[in-house]
């Protein structure tokens, strides 16, 4: 079996500096969920890790997560697609967690569950976060434009263990290439 890890906000939705807070606001970039479909057509299994301190912060409750996390599951159905499932971190920056991305709590949880070998697995993010965490697993990790991609791109140069870390204008495009290399 072949798994995907894929951050959220920035990859397959729009982001915001006011954060998403409601299924009205969550809101796909165009593309993304074909390109979920067309790993799933190509037996890989698509997992979501996400920080959403939103809830730590009180912007949204947990229940207000899960009617957005509906909302993707139902557009990604819609498109013939589906995801095996979606691990969020609700705390805070100052919460003393091991699931908030950079560290790797959420990411060990993803390998232990479904037995997965972390250099066989791919994390598909647009903030440093998301890298950090994947290589903190050691999984490979690819880094999307979209969201806060272009800003963590000038970010990557300057450290050198994120050296030679594939970037993609999208997840679409990043997808093509992963479905091109097998």
């Given at each position: 079996?072949?798994?995907i890890v894929l951050d959220r906000d920035g990859v397959i939705n729009e982001d915001s500096d006011a954060y998403i807070k409601s299924p009205e606001e969550?809101?796909?970039i165009p593309g993304s969920l074909e390109a979920i479909t067309r790993l799933n057509k190509a037996d890989y299994?698509?997992?979501v890790s996400t920080n959403q301190s939103g809830i730590a912060r009180?912007?949204?409750t947990e229940a207000t997560l899960e009617k957005m996390h509906e909302k993707l599951n139902n557009l990604l159905a819609n498109q013939g697609g589906e995801l095996e499932e979606i691990y969020y971190c609700p705390h805070g920056p100052d919460d003393d967690c091991d699931c908030r991305k950079p560290k790797p709590g959420m990411l060990?949880?993803?390998?232990s569950k479904f037995t997965i070998a972390p250099a066989e697995l791919i994390v598909i993010g647009d903030s440093l976060r998301?890298?950090?965490?994947a290589l903190a697993v050691g999984a490979q990790p690819v880094?999307?434009?979209?969201g806060k991609g272009q800003k963590t791109k000038l970010a990557i140069k300057t450290l050198p263990e994120l050296a030679g870390t594939p970037v993609y204008k999208d997840l679409s495009t990043a997808v093509d290439a992963i479905l091109n290399n097998e």
């Open positions: 079996m072949k798994y969550f809101i796909p299994k698509i997992i009180h912007y949204f060990n949880q993803i390998i998301d890298l950090q965490s880094l999307v434009e979209t």
